[in-house]
């Protein structure tokens, strides 16, 4: 299939090569022109514009945005519906709220165009791994698209025979907004699952601390322990893959401050628990503990921040100045 990839940041242009590793034909943009050259050197075909990247795009279009959510969502997507016609689809593979999504569909139903947002999961290392994607829209439309989808995604465990997409790491979950709001509780979750290994992994740590009495007393070795665990451990995990992989390289997470940020799903996945009466303890937890992340420092807060650069190689913002 031919689509249009706007957006050439960590998980975009991997998205773009994995895309040409199927196959398929993919036309980029970038506003840092030498992003979307790099990926021209691979088998892209760069566009100098958006004008220009609608223009070579046959109907029906398909332009995936790729972009922060927020406002440089918001004003890639109006542009692309004032160049797109009927038919055309629209697609948003970023982080944005799913309320939004419920908004834009509606606003591009109006002129024809079709609208699919993807929650998309896999950071860095989908070019390799592949990525785990909840989407929403019209059933037809995703199943126009399900040629892309399948490539993008990670296939099925070694020797299964998929019976559906969620077996092979893709799922329609529902109409417009649907896949991002599984996508806004997937990173909800996420929050929950790196607060307990930090944690964890703090009180270990503090087992050889003089608070602890002498003969109690342990000096543990924290990425010996995150490898074990690693193997038939029921808290196995890719986050402690992660982890592991951290410690191997810092043991002491020195390059960490443990200044920790909320990218903001855990705030929507909070709000979403208020509006729906469900108890969220543990998520709610995690998202505060973030917050108090950017006041002070400890080795929990140093392994939130070294998990969250080896899946999404987010950095920490620079201190001072």
């Avoid at 024809?112 to 989908?126: K, L, N």
Wanted: with cysteine; hydrophobic share 40%.
């Amino acid at each position: 299939m031919q689509l249009a990839m706007i957006g050439l940041g960590r998980m975009g242009a991997n998205m773009v090569r994995r895309l040409l590793r199927g196959r398929h034909e993919v036309v980029v943009y970038d506003r840092a022109p030498a992003a979307a050259e790099a990926v021209a050197r691979e088998g892209a075909t760069a566009a100098a514009s958006l004008r220009d990247l609608v223009a070579r795009l046959a109907r029906p279009r398909a332009a995936w945005v790729m972009v922060p959510a927020g406002g440089p969502t918001e004003e890639t997507i109006g542009q692309l519906a004032a160049l797109m016609q009927s038919g055309d689809i629209i697609i948003d593979g970023g982080n944005s709220f799913f309320q939004d999504d419920v908004r834009r569909a509606r606003t591009l139903r109006e002129k024809g165009i079709q609208y699919v947002d993807v929650g998309t999961s896999g950071g860095i290392w989908g070019l390799e791994r592949g990525y785990c994607m909840m989407v929403g829209g019209e059933p037809p439309v995703i199943v126009h698209l399900d040629p892309l989808l399948r490539t993008l995604a990670p296939g099925p465990f070694p020797g299964v025979t998929p019976k559906t997409t969620a077996e092979a790491g893709y799922l329609h979950c529902g109409p417009a907004g649907a896949g991002h709001f599984v996508k806004m509780i997937h990173n909800g979750i996420e929050y929950g699952l790196m607060q307990a290994y930090a944690e964890g992994f703090e009180i270990m740590r503090q087992a050889g601390s003089e608070k602890v009495k002498a003969e109690h007393r342990y000096r543990i070795d924290l990425h010996a322990i995150a490898e074990v665990w690693r193997h038939a451990s029921v808290v196995s995990s890719w986050l402690l893959d992660l982890l592991e992989i951290a410690l191997r390289a810092d043991p002491e997470l020195a390059a960490y401050t443990g200044f920790v940020q909320d990218s903001g799903e855990g705030r929507w996945t909070i709000q979403a628990a208020i509006d729906e009466d469900v108890p969220a303890n543990v998520l709610t937890t995690a998202l505060y503990t973030r917050f108090r992340s950017r006041e002070q420092e400890s080795f929990a807060e140093k392994v939130l921040s070294a998990l969250r650069k080896q899946f999404g190689g987010h950095t920490e913002r620079p201190t001072g100045g």
